[in-house]
Nanobody
């Protein structure tokens, strides 16, 4: 069975950085692509960034230039480096396959950015 566990969230001020980690119970190289998603209160869950098996990355326009998705296959871990954080980035962040599997949603990790 596949388990994805997010960590690294916290409370930071605008302009600061965080690095989120997604630890997988299986080899992430098994999947064509992985993604980071986020959901703010009252909003739909949205895709933030994705990375393919071949290393191709894509980002939502709102985070492009500020966030970087990466992976460490040996550690079965996907990362999201978040720089220059804005209050609008406040959300619960989740990792999943891309496209997402409804069976793999975890608890997420809260990111709160204050002014």
């Amino acid at each position: 069975q596949v388990q994805l566990v997010e960590s690294g969230g916290g409370l930071v001020q605008a302009g600061e950085s965080l690095r989120l980690s997604c630890a997988a119970s299986v080899n992430i190289f098994s999947f064509n692509a992985m993604g980071w998603y986020r959901q703010a209160p009252g909003k739909q869950r949205e895709l933030v960034a994705s990375i393919t098996r071949g290393g191709t990355t894509n980002y939502a326009d709102s985070v492009k230039g500020r966030f970087t998705i990466s992976r460490d296959n040996a550690k079965n871990t996907v990362y999201l480096q978040m720089n220059s954080l804005k209050p609008e980035d406040t959300a619960v962040y989740y990792c999943n396959l891309y496209p997402a599997s409804q069976y793999y949603w975890g608890q997420g990790t809260q990111v709160t950015v204050s002014l």
